[in-house]
């Protein structure tokens, strides 16, 4: 059975709550990105290809890469509506796009997603489904033309920062939640610049799981000390040196 | 201007996000006292007596106790109906009481929490303003008897786990938002504990403040080995061994 087209895009209406700020009295990042992963999930809940459906066939979603562009944070108890659809797919990965609106209909952020299919037992990818053949939405654009290049490989780094994994970083699977990578990151800009300037662009790379018990690193490298303040960050698994995540994060001024 | 007693009663209706869910897959204790705050801030902004209010007159709500009682957990994507009122109030302390409901109307958690009010120059308690007087809902019992007697002090630890403040622990003040003593005191908690019994009871009491960059401390003790198991926690700040936070927790068998 193909959904029609209509079915294809999503709309979720959020309501900044008192708790979704950060330090600054704005949406937070990762309160930002949990509203993506949140409309993503009851979309692909409506489709009938959520994690629960496709876990009764032993398979789940992986997060590949995530990539968001933010105008404007958003003010608490600010309306903000996510539009999300399936915007591409190939043999390996299903992307998902997203528009991020104010209650006038103005952008304030857009992102864009690239999803795996895994097999639990295995926990090795495996192909898109054939069923998820039809799940792409063709009356939009993407929201952001990335074909998500590798990002770049970190060369120096001036900082240096180690978290020890907290039961409340782990999410249903039992490994580190998406965001907390994105949270380490973003504490290892210095203060001055999270202060001063504003994350505009972050783009995430997931390569590996962090579990309970394990200490992660995180290096960062300043790339240029031009107006923008522009980052590469590679977070390790500490007894390994395994690379869990690579990101980029780009601050712009006030 | 006093309002009516009927808007001395609020009522606020969540569903249970997917990022909200604990590693079990229920709505987790932090989730649940999260959605607690939001109807209370909500509650408080309509009856212009909220953070925002208050800050004019630069003075500010501080929690000061907190106790949770938990019937049963509620699923992800289950809608859950959040009452609160102030229920009581001397020239110190303001009370607000909570009951949890689910869709079908029957009570899944009770709670009440106890305010101060902080003057945030000096960070020091000031009475409760006389404008606050009559804002008491007299028409229901208190959702718990509870009179915040001084918990129990810490005798013996078994437990001793530490924490670095991270940058995403902070509130809109610059301090460790309330949830992560929490959140640190339930790691404390033996894996086994977690996972094969229910946290049902919690009560937490306020002392002191900590900010980025202190390291914590969290001393546990279990109280007994009947069939519940009863924990007293002390977080301390490492530096000056101040105590921040103490708390109970009674975990009961599923």
Known sequence: MTPTQEKLLWRETFRVRSYEIDSKGKLSIQSLANYLMEAAFNHSYALQVSVIHLNRQGI???LSRLHIQVERYPDWMDTVIVETWPSDKND???LRDFLVKDKAGRVIATATTSWMIMDIQTRRPVSIPEALGD???KEKDRAMNDNFDALPQLEEFQ???E???RLSDLDLNQHVNFLNYIEW???SVPPEIWKQYILKDLQVSYRAE???GDRVVVFSEQKNEKENKEFVHSILRANDNRELTRLTSCWKSK
Chains 1, 2 share one sequence.
């Open 159 to 161: 900082i240096k920062k």
């Open 210 to 212: 962090a579990k309970l």
């Open 60 to 62: 789940t979603w992986v």
């Open 185 to 187: 990151a973003i504490e």
């Open 92 to 94: 390996s990965f299903a």
């Open 163 to 165: 978290f020890n994994v």
């Open 135 to 137: 799940l792409v939405y």
